[in-house]
């Protein structure tokens, strides 16, 4: 049997760790309901886009970082130059 996950009283349940790792689920996330022939598949709903949306933040961030890869990683760290 697979991951199991007991739904409450309000209709939540909680997702085991090994499952939101492998999902790449974080707090904030949407999950996504497919319906297929065999049931239904759950996975984490990414805007268009794709994954990359959610580094924006970060590569603005990165403005004034001299473009060496180390200065680019320290910046990124928290490390800034």
């Known amino acids: 049997m697979g991951a199991t996950a007991k739904v409450t009283a309000k209709w939540q349940i909680v997702i085991p760790a090994h499952v939101r790792d492998r999902l790449g689920i974080r707090r ?16 984490r709903w990414t805007p268009e886009g794709g ?7 970060r590569i603005r961030a ?7 890869t180390d200065a680019v990683v320290e910046a990124l760290r928290g490390e800034r130059p």
Do not use: N, Y
């Open 51 to 57: 994954s990359f949306r959610r580094f924006i933040g």
């Open 28 to 43: 904030g996330d949407i999950l996504e309901f497919i319906e297929t022939d065999d049931g239904f598949v759950i996975r």
């Open 62 to 68: 990165l403005r004034g970082v001299p473009r060496r």
